[in-house]
């Protein structure tokens, strides 16, 4: 497969430097058909709202089919991501008889099976990429938008649970994509509302959070996270920072995979996506698919960046290398995705399956915090 960045191609050029989160609604609409017809995205990321949530299991089943037949037609290109955020607990997409798991703090010993379980169940829903493990380390019990969704409260809790996790996925042909780098777990802010500033000092930074995602290097794709780590890099979130993805990820801790942002359609990030500056420090900071989900955001703000993209690259204020770094990478992880058939799994396999850990709470809505995570 052969991408390049020739601007006489307009949107498409730089279009497959985007995910594109789905309206709300298990049909594709019409804006969505225009942005994925236009633009041949990487690939999309679908949410609880695209499943038909309150029907049988082949009636949802097949609309689902056809919902990603109808993005593929749009996109006219075989490799396509096909992503999709399921961690347990409240972050959790599609309807029953998908295994409802609980959140990951509940099922640390059983990590790998989980996982396992996770990637068949994903698989047949045509899945190629989840975006989990939550590598981040849980250290501050006021934090509001990690808790139970990482393994733990130190790096020695995370890594060997988040590893046995992502292995289990992979190994059924979906690829995992551990978040949130630089590491979320130290925030008193939720990044989807504010932006978190974290006052750390650079060598717990580097004992805690980095410790954890050192181990992840060999990852084919890392999330990043809308924060600010003061010490490191003052002011700058880390999805803008160039030394926080080039000279930390990837010089640092090696790393030679795909960045992907968290959605920039979160309040953390979205108020500055206006300003042509923020597209280029995003794409000279190294960071490869840029995330924009429709919950948050007009996901048509892409088109802007686009544009902003352009007019950097004819400029010289876009790094040229850099860009033709990303596209390489980009271009590497299409070509080697798998593709899977949307299929039904028997009663048994979901008897096997619920057996394996803890359930999510019957008192817990089935939505809690499902349809905005990332």
């Given at each position: ?65 056809k ?39 509940e099922w ?24 989990a ?45 551990p ?5 979320h ?19 717990m ?81 190294g ?14 703000v892409?088109?802007?960046?686009i ?41 048994d ?11 999510r ?13 990332i």
């Amino acid at each position: 497969m052969n991408l390049s960045f020739d601007l006489a191609r307009g949107p498409a050029s730089f279009g497959h430097r985007f995910l594109i989160g789905l309206q709300q609604g298990p049909v594709l609409g019409d804006k969505d058909k225009r942005l994925l017809s236009s633009l041949k995205p990487a690939g999309v990321v679908l949410f609880r709202a695209n499943f038909l949530a309150d029907a049988p299991y082949e009636e949802w089943l097949g609309s689902h089919a056809k919902l990603l037949s109808d993005v593929r037609e749009c996109i006219e290109r075989e490799e396509v991501i096909v992503s999709i955020d399921h961690e347990g607990g409240g972050v959790l997409r599609p309807p029953a008889p998908i295994t409802p798991f609980a959140y990951a703090r509940e099922w640390p010993g059983q990590a790998g099976d989980v996982g396992k379980a996770m990637g068949v169940e994903l698989r047949s829903l045509g899945f190629n990429v989840n975006f989990a493990p939550v590598v981040d380390v849980n250290s501050n019990p006021a934090n509001p938008v990690i808790g139970q969704r990482s393994f733990g409260t130190t790096p020695q809790d995370v890594v060997p649970a988040a590893r046995a996790f992502l292995d289990g996925l992979q190994a059924e042909g979906v690829l995992g994509c551990p978040k949130h780098f630089p590491g979320h777990g130290d925030t008193a802010v939720d990044s989807h509302y504010s932006l978190p500033v974290i006052d750390v000092d650079p060598a717990m930074f580097r004992q805690r959070e980095l410790e954890a995602f050192r181990h992840f290097n060999d990852a084919r794709m890392i999330m990043t996270a809308h924060i600010v780590i003061s010490q490191i890099d003052p002011g700058v979130p880390a999805t803008m920072s160039k030394v926080i993805l080039q000279d930390i990820l990837r010089q640092e801790l090696g790393y030679g995979g795909v960045v992907v942002s968290d959605d920039l359609g979160m309040k953390a990030i979205s108020d500055r996506l206006d300003r042509p500056e923020t597209t280029v420090q995003i794409v000279n900071a190294g960071c490869d698919l840029l995330c924009m989900c429709a919950y948050w955001a007009d996901t048509e703000v892409i088109l802007r960046m686009i544009d902003f993209m352009s007019a950097g690259l004819k400029a010289g204020t876009i790094e040229e290398h850099t860009l033709e770094q990303s596209f390489a990478r980009v271009s590497a992880l299409l070509s080697g995705l798998p593709n899977h058939e949307v299929e039904a799994l028997d009663d048994d396999c979901f008897e096997r399956h619920a057996s394996l850990a803890p359930l999510r709470s019957r008192s817990l809505p089935a939505n809690h915090g499902g349809a905005t995570k990332i």
